[in-house]
């Protein structure tokens, strides 16, 4: 059985960075779809980011132009770059792969202060 392994997050000041990356463990194949979605406190889970198999990445409006969203398909991995964070991005970030299948990961605690 499969599962996704996230890495990064943290606290951050407003107008800094992170970086977020998800490795796919187990018997999970390379899927047609990567996303990133967060939630945000007292907020229900909504997508960030997505990427599809040789796609173009698609983004949330009020991410648009601060994340970029990628993907290794020869290592089954995912990345979500952050810049110019702002206090309301803080949230649980998961890392999400389907098509064939559908897993998540435990997600990762972002803290922007401002």
């Known amino acids: 059985q499969g599962q996704l392994v996230e890495s990064g997050g943290g606290l951050v000041q407003a107008g800094g960075s992170l970086n977020f990356s998800c490795v796919a463990s187990?018997?999970?194949?390379?899927?047609?779809?990567l996303e990133w979605h967060r939630q945000a406190p007292g907020k229900r889970r909504a997508l960030a980011a997505l990427i599809p198999y040789g796609g173009t990445p698609t983004y949330q409006a009020s991410v648009t132009g601060r994340f970029t969203i990628s993907r290794d398909n020869a290592k089954n991995t995912g990345a979500l770059h952050m810049t110019n964070l702002k206090p309301e991005d803080t949230g649980v970030y998961y890392c999400?792969?389907?098509?064939?299948?559908?897993?998540w990961g435990k997600g990762t605690q972002v803290t922007v202060s401002s």
């Open positions: 187990g018997n999970i194949v390379v899927t047609p779809n």
């Open positions: 999400r792969m389907f098509g064939g299948g559908d897993y």
